[in-house]
Structures are given as C-alpha cells and as structure tokens.
T-cell receptor, first 113, second 112 residues
Framework: DAGVIQSPRHEVTEMGQEVTLRCKPISGHDYLFWYRQTMMRGLELLIYFNNNVPIDDSGMPEDRFSAKMPNASFSTLKIQPSEPRDSAVYFC???????????FGSGTRLTVV | AQSVTQLGSHVSVSEGALVLLRCNYSSSVPPYLFWYVQYPNQGLQLLLKYTSAATLVKGINGFEAEFKKSETSFHLTKPSAHMSDAAEYFCALSGGSYIPTFGRGTSLIVHP
C-alpha cells in the first residue's frame, strides 16, 4: 500500500482565496482524521470521519473550514476564505480501528500571504 | 479528561549515548499510549504502542518504552543514539474516547 496520500505537498495562496487540501486514506481503513500542526498550538484534531460520516468536527476552528468525505478513498478539507493565521501544516491520517494508532500522510504545508 | 505532558521541548545527546524522552499522562480510564516520530517535512510515524499487554514495549529502530502506572509515565528510551534518530518525538494517549491526545513534542538532537 502506498500509505496515506496527501496533495498538494505545498500550497501558497493569497488571503481571501479558497484552498482545498486532499487526502487518500489507506484502503480498508474506516477512520480518517484531519490535523493541523503549528508551533504555537502543536497538533490539533480538526475533524474525523468513520465510514465516510463526520463524527466530531468540534475542532474545526471556524465556519471558513469545511471537510467532506464523499467516498471511502477520498477526503477534502476546504478553507474559504483563507487567512494568514491559517498557515500551518495540515495532516491527514487514517486508521483501521479506533485507538490503535494512526498512519499519517506527509502533510500539506499551507502558507497564506 | 486526559492529558499528556512531555518533559523537555529539546533533548540533546551525543551519538552512542542513552536516549531518554519523558512522557507523563493523566487519564481517568486505563490508557492506550503511543510514541510517534516525525522526521523533517514528513508525517508522524508510529514507533510503538502500549495497549494493556506487556508493560515493556519494543518498537522500531531500537526504541522501547515502559508503562509505569504508579508513576503515570511512559518514557521512551534507546540504549545508543544514532545520528539518524534526530527528529521530533510525540507521546500520545487514547482514553475512553479512543481519540488520542498528543503531547507538544520533544526535539531530539544528536551530536557527533
């Protein structure tokens, strides 16, 4: 398996633009997680899905953030409009069973200027 | 409520020396505990996990960790550091919700 695949690896955008981050989980993993990593706040869980259904989105910072999982092999995290404070590394992770460890993607480094 | 505290944001060792990265936890239920490693510009990789079986857990790359309930600790060790061990290390705890809480991370610096 190729692991969890995220795209793009790097994204630089201007404030106010829409940003879409993409994730392909490991085949057969029923859980998908979106995390944000910053120096100030560390790793923050934004949202997670089970069998394509959002279970907990309490970590999504604002209405500007939205996430979807239209099928078992694809998820998106969208920020609209983007702001400089959204600059961070965004990770997607998947797991076959809750509580037993995740497989992380390589992340998307987002810079909003 | 559950929490993880990693003592020391940076740990510096010489190549060949013992590595000790400290993690203390707080959980109202029996915890599952994890150590992850993050190399520059990469995602987190699972090093090892404790899931209530043996208290001494062996992981990849020669790392191991011991669960000590009385001390609420899960410290990560490696007998002899290698230059390639330089990375960020994260301790994580899964409690009743099974969603892990991550520590702030410890940067391991290895000097030649």
């Amino acid at each position: 398996d190729a692991g969890v695949i995220q795209s793009p690896r790097h994204e630089v955008t201007e404030m106010g633009q829409e940003v879409t981050l993409r994730c392909k989980p490991i085949s057969g993993h029923d859980y998908l997680f979106w995390y944000r990593q910053t120096m100030m706040r560390g790793l923050e869980l934004l949202i997670y899905f089970n069998n394509n259904v959002p279970i907990d989105d309490s970590g999504m910072p604002e209405d500007r953030f939205s996430a979807k999982m239209p099928n078992a092999s694809f998820s998106t995290l969208k920020i609209q409009p983007s702001e400089p404070r959204d600059s961070a590394v965004y990770f997607c992770a998947s797991s076959g069973k809750l509580g037993l460890g995740y497989t992380f993607g390589s992340g998307t480094r987002l810079t909003v200027v | 409520a559950q929490s993880v505290t990693q003592l020391g944001s940076h740990v510096s060792v010489s190549e060949g020396a013992l590595v000790l990265l400290r993690c203390n936890y707080s959980s109202s239920v029996p915890p599952y505990l994890f150590w992850y490693v993050q190399y520059p510009n990469q995602g987190l990789q699972l090093l090892l996990k404790y899931t209530s079986a043996a208290t001494l857990v062996k992981g990849i790359n020669g790392f191991e960790a011991e669960f000590k309930k009385s001390e609420t600790s899960f410290h990560l060790t490696k007998p002899s550091a290698h230059m390639s061990d330089a990375a960020e290390y994260f301790c994580a705890l899964s409690g009743g919700s099974y969603i892990p809480t991550f520590g702030r991370g410890t940067s391991l610096i290895v000097h030649p």
